[in-house]
T-cell receptor, first 118, second 115 residues
Framework: GAGVSQSPRYKVAKRGQDVALRCDPISGHVSLFWYQQALGQGPEFLTYFQNEAQLDKSGLPSDRFFAERPEGSVSTLKIQRTQQEDSAVYLC????????????????FGSGTRLTVV | AQKVTQAQTEISVVEKEDVTLDCVYETRDTTYYLFWYKQPPSGELVFLIRRNSFDEQNEISGRYSWNFQKSTSSFNFTITASQVVDSAVYFCALRPSGSARQLTFGSGTQLTVLP
């Protein structure tokens, strides 16, 4: 597609509920990132994929967070047993290149999914 | 470890004024990349500029200009003759050139341009 698409745009979950957030990157983009943005803060890194391989998950805050990209395109971020502190905007970004030259192309961000846990 | 500091939480200016957004960074890497993004109310992060640490030349793009000072670890962003449409949150971000490919963001500056 023309841009990075994320769905749903808004999600309200009851505490303890599982949620799944979807990211559809730009076609052909090898790298895919998930970020968490709390209210009034900058985005914070969660995890990174190169094709279907999850190369870095150091930013995932707990084992309740899980991400996958099974076919190297669409990615899903799953949060189990949601807690109120999980309330945030979850941003997905994709990038064309694979190596250090990835920065030459920059990162294209989606509009995010705003998760509210009540 | 990487760190980006945007000390200005909120700035308000009147249309047509010039405004500078400050960004100070910390990194142990000798080579790295710096970015500025704009986040309008719609939430999407819009890419503005990328600068690598080898290039300290200032850059101008229309009403936007960037001042990169490696000696003071700063990468400031100036909007000349601001417009109401410039109102947004602006983020500065850092990425080292090594294996870690993710961006480290500052906390952002909310710019409000009043008519």
């Amino acid at each position: 597609g023309a841009g990075v698409s994320q769905s749903p745009r808004y999600k309200v979950a009851k505490r303890g509920q599982d949620v799944a957030l979807r990211c559809d990157p730009i076609s052909g983009h090898v790298s895919l990132f998930w970020y968490q943005q709390a209210l009034g803060q900058g985005p914070e890194f969660l995890t990174y994929f190169q094709n279907e391989a999850q190369l870095d998950k150091s930013g995932l805050p707990s084992d309740r967070f899980f991400a996958e990209r099974p076919e190297g395109s669409v990615s899903t971020l799953k949060i189990q047993r949601t807690q109120q502190e999980d309330s945030a905007v979850y941003l997905c970004a994709s990038s064309l290149a694979t190596g250090r030259t990835g920065t030459i192309y920059g990162y294209t961000f989606g509009s995010g999914t705003r998760l509210t846990v009540v | 470890a990487q760190k980006v500091t945007q000390a200005q939480t909120e700035i308000s200016v009147v249309e047509k004024e010039d405004v500078t957004l400050d960004c100070v960074y910390e990194t142990r890497d000798t080579t790295y990349y710096l970015f500025w993004y704009k986040q309008p109310p719609s939430g999407e992060l819009v890419f503005l500029i990328r600068r690598n640490s080898f290039d300290e030349q200032n850059e101008i793009s229309g009403r936007y200009s960037w001042n990169f000072q490696k000696s003071t670890s700063s990468f400031n962003f100036t909007i000349t003759a601001s417009q109401v449409v410039d109102s947004a949150v602006y983020f500065c971000a850092l990425r080292p050139s090594g294996s870690a490919r993710q961006l480290t963001f500052g906390s952002g500056t909310q710019l409000t341009v009043l008519p």
